[in-house]
């Protein structure tokens, strides 16, 4: 059962990576030179995210975490704010992680790679040395183990996730949010190296709370 849920947690993430990034080509009809990047292969994909996919199986098989299905089990107001909640914990996590990415040791041996790109593109956004990907995405798994969210409501969070990354990452259309995490800031991240800024992925609050935040935006 664990084989054949990975295997369908794999194809599904690599398909889609392919569909909305083909999508988001097309409707910002980006330079093509945004989008000539190293593509990994499934294998090379599937280990990059091993860790995540497993997390993702056994929460979703309730082997462990707090999802539910009934929306009375925890009230119909909880579970409306319970994906801003999710969300304002994953970034935390993010925030901790990505900046511990930043460190001389991990920058150097697997950070690296996903700033090899100084001006990114949607199609960046998973680009990253495997044990990299490994690490950051328990960020975006994590919460569920301890924080209670509806199955359907979490999938969403899910989606969402995967469509931000493209967003933040899309250095053709900058847009500036005020509070958010916006493609703006995540660009002025990418344009630098191992001392860096703007380690938050959907909020800026956390960036601010520590001093790490900086608005500039680049022009390109």
């Keep these: 059962m664990f084989i054949l849920y990975y295997s369908l947690f794999t194809v599904g993430d690599y398909s889609l990576y392919f569909i909305t990034n083909k999508l988001n080509d097309i409707i910002c009809r ?9 593509i990994p292969n499934i294998i090379d994909w599937s280990i990059g995210n091993s860790i995540s996919y497993t997390f993702i199986y056994l929460i979703y098989t309730n082997k462990i975490g707090c999802l539910y299905l009934n929306i ?23 925030y901790m992680m990505h900046r511990t990415a930043h460190t ?19 199609w960046t956004t998973r680009i990253s040395h495997w044990v ?7 960020a975006f798994t994590l919460p569920a ?9 979490w999938m969403t969070c899910m989606m969402i996730t995967l469509i931000w990354g493209n967003f933040i990452h899309d250095g053709t259309n ?13 660009c002025l991240h ?4 191992e001392r860096n800024c703007n380690y938050g992925y959907y ?3 956390w960036d601010k709370i520590f001093g790490t935040y900086r608005k500039i935006k680049l022009e390109y």
Excluded: A, W
Aim: hydrophobic share 35%; with cysteine.
């Design 132 to 138: 990299d990907s490994n690490l950051e995405n328990i």
């Design 203 to 205: 909020f800026n609050h």
């Design 174 to 186: 900058q847009m500036s949010i005020k509070y958010l995490n916006d493609n703006c800031d995540h």
């Design 145 to 153: 183990l301890f924080f209670p969210i509806h199955i359907y409501i």
């Design 72 to 94: 009375y089990d925890k009230g119909e107001f909880y579970t409306i704010v319970s994906p801003f909640m999710y969300f304002f914990y994953q970034d935390l996590i993010f």
């Design 190 to 193: 990418h344009s630098y190296g």
């Design 104 to 122: 001389s040791f991990l920058y150097t041996k697997f950070h690296y790679v996903h700033h090899l790109y100084r001006r990114p593109s949607s």
């Design 30 to 38: 980006k330079n093509r030179k945004t989008t000539m990047i190293e």
